[in-house]
């Protein structure tokens, strides 16, 4: 089965500029999508897709290929769907991957999990999600609690799924079927979702984002592991 990640880079962003250049512990944040796309050990090839060929400098520094998208394939309003379906048929294969640069602390691990769950379910469509087990409402209205009862424990709650968008991938044939028939095809065929980490929950959008991610990955790379410490005070409490 022939799998191809690719890995999309706009130089525009309307929220932070050059996103994808901005360094996470003294790297570009898109160098760590590429990382973990080439040690999942899932795919055949890698390759950056940009509007730009500044990053075709980045795709050589990681030995990975650079695809140089149309002009009109690079504006802020241009549809994911045309995207994908210009780089199907410009590199075909079985599966296609888009490894999302604005989830820099997900593993090349996770996404060899992602993939495999989506050969297991025989999907033709997934999106990574985050699991949210915290009481919501849509207009005004209960998504998944009830108010005419006694108060749901979170942990007794069905989460909720926001997108994460770390990993979407499509079967491209059934891809482009739809898409040449509908003139869209994000969610085609067989649809499923898969949830990952916490830390790859955290999506940069922002500064703040940057900050965060930042803070984290120079801890996961310390000499040091993290601890857990109580308060002196829980001794007092003996095994409870």
């Known amino acids: 089965m022939d799998i191809i990640a690719m890995v999309p880079a706009r130089t525009g962003s309307t929220r932070l ?9 003294d790297k570009p944040l898109i160098s760590y999508a590429i990382e973990a796309a080439k040690t999942s050990g899932v795919f055949s090839r890698v390759v950056v897709n940009s509007d730009n060929g500044v990053f075709a ?6 030995g990975v290929e650079f695809y140089l998208r149309p002009v009109e394939l690079g504006s802020s309003t241009t549809k994911s769907d045309d995207v994908v379906y210009d780089f199907m048929l410009k590199y075909p294969s079985d599966i296609l991957v888009w490894v999302n640069t604005t989830s820099p602390l997900q593993t090349g691990q996770e996404i060899m999990k992602v993939i495999n769950y989506f050969v297991k379910e025989d999907l033709d469509t997934l999106v990574t999600v985050k699991n949210e087990r915290v009481h919501c409402v849509y207009e005004g209205k209960p998504v998944n609690f009830k ?47 898969y949830p990952v980490s916490k830390e790859t929950a955290i999506i940069i959008k922002t500064e703040e984002d940057l900050m965060l991610a930042d803070s984290i990955m120079r801890k996961r790379n310390s000499s040091s592991n993290y601890e857990l410490k109580y308060d002196e005070l829980v001794k007092s409490l003996g095994d409870v």
């Not at 979170?154 to 499509?170: A, N, R």
Request: with cysteine; glycine share 4%.
């Open 147 to 193: 108010m005419d009862e006694v108060f749901a424990q979170t942990q007794d709650l069905e989460p909720v799924q926001p997108f994460v968008y770390s990993i979407m991938m499509w079967r491209n044939k059934i891809f482009i079927d739809t898409f040449e028939r509908k003139g869209y095809a994000l969610f085609c065929g067989k649809v499923g979702y």
């Open 17 to 25: 500029k050059m996103k994808n250049l901005a360094l996470i512990n």
């Open 57 to 62: 400098e980045i795709a050589k520094r990681h």
